[in-house]
């Protein structure tokens, strides 16, 4: 099996590329962004052409935080809508028959019922710090829908929660929730500092996925076959929700994260800054029934990515 990982050095591409590496007998395609920057159409179907993959698993997009989603609208929405153009379309005409997408819980509406089903999609007002993001996010899963409709493909999609673990982005602004924190208490450990300030009001409720469990859910939903697959997806709908299927106030996180990284200082909260979603649990039952659950706890999983983040200080991105 000749497969495409797209997005390969990034955390999710990484994880997936590290799991397909074990399982052995596939032929591994990877390109950097360098290499071929996939909001380019016409490198793009070169490269597809060129190369004919079996199957693409597509990781690779403009990622970012809270901030970074509210600060650079523009680049979230544009990018990742050319690179799934690009990617999803290029494959189809290369006679790619399996695609792998991954998406976003923020697809949902921001007052979506708890916990989100995947028939939430499109049925409410998004939340406005990342709606760009969400928007691009939808258009994926609605490629994918309708390249299979017309034309009989079997492309996947994937809705993770939020994720962590090796091979984040620990940037101090630019980064999601668990990295970030994982830095400040982690420095102010370092440096005696009596307080670690935390953004928003810590009450909204946010559930976080290992990212090795994340990588095995992709490849478990890959490897279903078309009729299980589709027995267990909407008529129309072609998403899957993927996460532990509990949560916890940022708060609680923040205190974790003190834990594991030893701060005995205070906690503190900057209300100026935005709190997003009040709550995006997701309703992991669809992928539960096909045989599917998250194995790593979030306090062994915290512990784990400091672990990796103390091993990777000299060679962190971001
Ligand atoms: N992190 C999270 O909490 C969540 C992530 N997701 C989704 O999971 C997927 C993977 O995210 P994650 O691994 O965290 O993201 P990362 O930022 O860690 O990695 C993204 C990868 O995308 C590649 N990439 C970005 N732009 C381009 C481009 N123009 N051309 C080629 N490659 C490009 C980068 O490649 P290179 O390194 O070569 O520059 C990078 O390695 C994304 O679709 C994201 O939306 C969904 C929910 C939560
Ligand atoms: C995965 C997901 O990620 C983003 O949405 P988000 O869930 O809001 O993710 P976040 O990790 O940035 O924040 C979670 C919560 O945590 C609070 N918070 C406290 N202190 C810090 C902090 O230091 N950094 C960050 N980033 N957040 C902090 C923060 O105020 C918020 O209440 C979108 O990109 C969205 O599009 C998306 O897909």
Not at 120 to 134: C, I, K, R, V, W
Not at 213 to 229: C, H, N
Not at 280 to 302: F, N, P, T
Request: glycine letters at 8%; charged letters at 20%.
């Amino acid at each position: 099996m000749k497969i495409y990982i797209a997005g390969h050095r990034g955390m999710v591409g990484s994880a997936i590329l590290r799991q397909l590496q074990a399982q052995g007998g596939h032929e591994l395609i990877t390109r950097t962004s360098g290499e071929l920057d996939l909001t380019n159409q016409a490198a793009v179907q070169d490269f597809m052409a060129a190369e004919k993959p079996d199957q693409v698993i597509l990781a690779a997009a403009k990622v970012g935080g809270i901030i970074a989603n509210n600060t650079y609208p523009a680049d979230f929405i544009y990018e990742n809508l050319m690179i799934e153009c690009n990617v999803i379309h290029a494959a189809y005409t290369a006679g790619v028959h399996k695609l792998l997408q991954l998406g976003s819980s923020c697809i949902y509406p921001r007052l979506a019922e708890q916990p989100m089903q995947e028939n939430a999609l499109l049925t409410g007002t998004l939340e406005p710090t990342n709606e760009p993001y969400a928007i691009a996010k939808i258009a994926g899963i609605k490629l994918c829908e309708s390249y299979n409709r017309q034309y009989g493909t079997d492309y996947r999609s994937v809705m993770p929660t939020n994720l962590y673990g090796p091979g984040d982005n620990f940037h101090p602004e630019n980064s999601h929730v668990v990295p970030a924190l994982i830095r400040r208490f982690h420095e102010a450990t370092q440096n005696n500092t009596p307080e670690v300030v935390i953004w928003g009001t810590g009450k909204p409720m946010r559930e976080f996925l290992h990212v090795d469990d994340m990588a095995e859910a992709s490849l478990f939903v890959m490897g279903l076959d078309d009729a299980t697959y589709r027995a267990n997806t909407e008529p129309m709908l072609s998403h899957i929700n993927v996460g532990t299927g509990s949560d916890v106030t940022i708060g609680e996180l923040a205190h974790m994260v003190a834990e594991v990284t030893g701060f005995q200082g205070a906690v503190s909260f900057d209300t100026d800054k935005p709190d997003g979603a009040p709550r995006k649990l997701m309703d992991v039952s669809r992928l539960k029934d096909m045989g599917w659950s998250a194995r790593i706890g979030l306090k062994e999983g915290l512990t784990n990515a400091y672990q990796w983040y103390l091993d990777n200080q000299t060679t962190l991105r971001g």
